[in-house]
């Protein structure tokens, strides 16, 4: 009986083993896409930034981007944000490791209903998102927020703060400004500059950088591009915003980039309704 145990252990534990290497906790990237539902962003905006990503996440260059990775698999969640306290998670810590597990999360989106809601809190929704890394169940040498937006932060703290708050953590942020109404007219909130704007008060960290959306026919195209230089953790030329973690990036800004921007116009809007 004593030589029947280790045999009876190993079929015990068998079930165990298997169980843990169908689940891989370590991956190479942790992601997280978050995505601004903002009452700015309109009807049009909403479906081209959804129908983006669903695209994105079936596109055969991004999957394989995943899977020449060192271990072929990342971790992604879809949050989507408006004002302070007004994040909702559409799509959970999700295991994508190939062309099946990612069409799962693309499905998951296009059935999604859109939706819109108040304020524009990217402070807020950088706060959640890098708590949100806590709860992943995931570990990975690399964490990325990858925030969306047509406008500047009016809403919760200044964006400034939640940007080095999260820059400490290690985590990287990168960002999508979207500007399809440049040289329109535009709503009172929008401004001119929001490139500008993304690379001096929003995004941060080792290799972070902008993919900016001008064309709405090409929105599609810069969500596929931003996923694949992040997943292979490339950086694009030119426009690369250093990444020193030696001083808060506010002590580098550009003199022309007002990081309370949206505060003032949000303040400005307030006082002429009295």
């Known amino acids: 009986m004593l030589r029947l145990l280790p045999v009876a252990l190993l079929l015990l534990l068998a079930p165990i083993r298997a169980q843990a290497q169908s ?21 049009d905006e909403q479906r081209l930034q959804r129908a983006g990503y669903v695209a994105a996440l079936r596109d055969p260059e991004v999957i394989r981007a995943i899977e020449d990775g060192p271990l072929g698999r990342i971790a992604v969640t879809y949050v989507e944000w408006a004002g302070q306290g007004l994040q909702t998670i559409l799509v959970p810590w999700t295991l994508v490791d190939g062309s099946a597990a990612a069409a799962r999360v693309a499905d998951r989106l296009a059935a ?14 950088l706060s959640f998102s890098s708590r949100h890394f806590e709860t992943s169940g995931f570990t990975s040498p690399r964490r990325v927020i990858d925030v969306s937006g047509d406008g500047p932060n009016n809403s919760g703290f200044l964006v400034t703060g939640a940007r080095d708050a999260v820059l400490e953590q290690g985590i990287t942020i990168n960002g999508l400004p979207i500007m399809l109404k440049t040289g329109l007219p535009s709503g009172f909130f929008d401004v001119r500059d929001l490139d500008l704007y993304y ?3 929003v995004i941060g960290g080792f290799g972070a950088f ?6 709405a ?25 250093p990444a020193q973690f030696t001083a808060p ?7 022309q980039t007002d990081c309370q921007i949206g505060e003032k116009l949000w303040d400005a809007w307030m006082n002429g309704m009295e």
């Open 23 to 43: 689940t891989p906790s370590t991956v190479d990237l942790q992601l997280v896409l978050a995505v601004d539902i903002s009452r700015s962003m309109d009807h």
């Open 112 to 125: 999604l209903p859109l939706q819109r809601l108040r304020r524009t809190s990217i402070s807020d929704a």
């Open 199 to 201: 690379e001096d008060c």
């Open 210 to 215: 902008i993919v900016t959306v001008q064309d």
């Open 217 to 241: 026919a090409r929105f599609a195209d810069a969500i596929r591009r931003k996923l694949i230089l992040e997943i292979a953790g490339s950086t694009p030329s030119p426009r690369i915003v």
């Open 249 to 255: 990036r506010s002590a580098q800004l550009s003199a």
